[in-house]
Nanobody, 126 residues
């Protein structure tokens, strides 16, 4: 079973920053597309960002472009999500996901990923 462990969530004021981390085994880290999703209370889980294992290419949801940055730390087998200029609407549980092969046309869909972390709460106060 794939184990993904998120960390870095917390409470921050609007305009502030947080850095999330998702730790995975070396095998998973090097062979899987790694993604971040989030889910706010009463809402569907939504795509935030991903980084491809093969190309290193990154993708972002429109609502985080220019504010969030996803990166891979090869030394630590970790995928980081740097979140700047946070807004109250960014409040959600953030989940890390991994999958070996994700088609481009479904890469933003939660059902394309079968491996998930436990989630980390991010709360942005106004």
């Amino acid at each position: 079973q794939v184990q993904l462990v998120e960390s870095g969530g917390g409470l921050v004021q609007a305009g502030g920053s947080l850095r999330l981390a998702c730790a995975a085994s070396r095998r998973i880290f090097t062979s899987n597309t790694m993604a971040w999703f989030r889910q706010a209370p009463g809402k569907e889980r939504e795509f935030v960002s991903l980084v491809s294992a093969s190309s290193g290419r990154t993708y972002y949801a429109d609502f985080v472009k220019g504010r969030f940055t996803i990166s891979r730390d090869n030394a630590k087998n970790t995928v980081n999500l740097q979140m700047n200029a946070l807004k109250p609407e960014d409040t959600a549980v953030y989940y890390c996901a991994a999958e070996t092969s994700v088609p481009l046309n479904t890469m933003t869909l939660p059902e394309s990923y079968h491996n998930w972390g436990q989630g980390t709460q991010v709360t942005v106060s106004s």
